[in-house]
T-cell receptor, first 113, second 111 residues
Framework: NAGVTQTPKFQVLKTGQSMTLQCAQDMNHEYMSWYRQDPGMGLRLIHYSVGAGITDQGEVPNGYNVSRSTTEDFPLRLLSAAPSQTSVYFC????????????FGPGTRLTVL | KQEVTQIPAALSVPEGENLVLNCSFTDSAIYNLQWFRQDPGKGLTSLLLIQSSQREQTSGRLNASLDKSSGRSTLYIAASQPGDSATYLCAVGGGADGLTFGKGTHLIIQP
């Protein structure tokens, strides 16, 4: 099993550009989520999904979109990048809800100029 | 809103010492508490998961306890080794809407 994979590992964007951060898992997990990690702020939940076709907002959803068309994939879209979205983004998955052991991907380091 | 605090923010100890990392949370209505390890530039690795009905969990040299009523958890590391150097994160689970994380304890084990 590859576990949770994320691409790209690093990305630099200009303000206003859009992009999609990819996340995939091969463990047949129903629950997937996206977090951002900022210095001094800890990890904060952006969006989550309890299964294919179902998504919901977390603590900091503004400026991000998600969709879940398959169990395996949970892409995160930045619609119009802003410097405030400079962060490290982590995708996580678990068998069911957040009450199960969470498996994290290696992260994507995003810089918005 | 749930808030998670970890003390200390940083800790440096000589190899071989036993140590305790602390985590506190404000809302006792949690499903579970998880301890993670994060190495520099890497993702998070789950160390221990304690369900709300449990008092402690053990894995090797690690032991985590949970006291829901007082909103506290501790992670005990026995016989610390340089390879234990990392940031340790505590997170509480409230159900489907994700985990609430503390800011972590940066641990350095001196050889």
């Amino acid at each position: 099993n590859a576990g949770v994979t994320q691409t790209p590992k690093f990305q630099v964007l200009k303000t206003g550009q859009s992009m999609t951060l990819q996340c995939a898992q091969d463990m047949n997990h129903e629950y997937m989520s996206w977090y951002r990690q900022d210095p001094g702020m800890g990890l904060r939940l952006i969006h989550y999904s309890v299964g294919a076709g179902i998504t919901d907002q977390g603590e900091v959803p503004n400026g991000y979109n998600v969709s879940r068309s398959t169990t395996e994939d949970f892409p995160l879209r930045l619609l119009s990048a802003a410097p405030s979205q400079t962060s490290v983004y982590f995708c996580a998955s678990s068998y069911a809800a957040s009450s199960d052991t969470q498996y994290f991907g290696p992260g994507t380091r995003l810089t918005v100029l | 809103k749930q808030e998670v605090t970890q003390i200390p923010a940083a800790l440096s100890v000589p190899e071989g010492e036993n140590l305790v990392l602390n985590c506190s949370f404000t809302d006792s209505a949690i499903y579970n508490l998880q301890w993670f390890r994060q190495d520099p530039g890497k993702g998070l690795t789950s160390l221990l998961l304690i369900q709300s009905s449990q008092r402690e969990q053990t894995s090797g040299r690690l032991n985590a306890s949970l006291d829901k009523s007082s909103g506290r958890s501790t992670l005990y590391i026995a016989a610390s080794q340089p390879g234990d150097s990392a940031t340790y994160l505590c997170a509480v689970g409230g159900g489907a809407d994700g985990l609430t994380f503390g800011k972590g304890t940066h641990l350095i084990i001196q050889p």
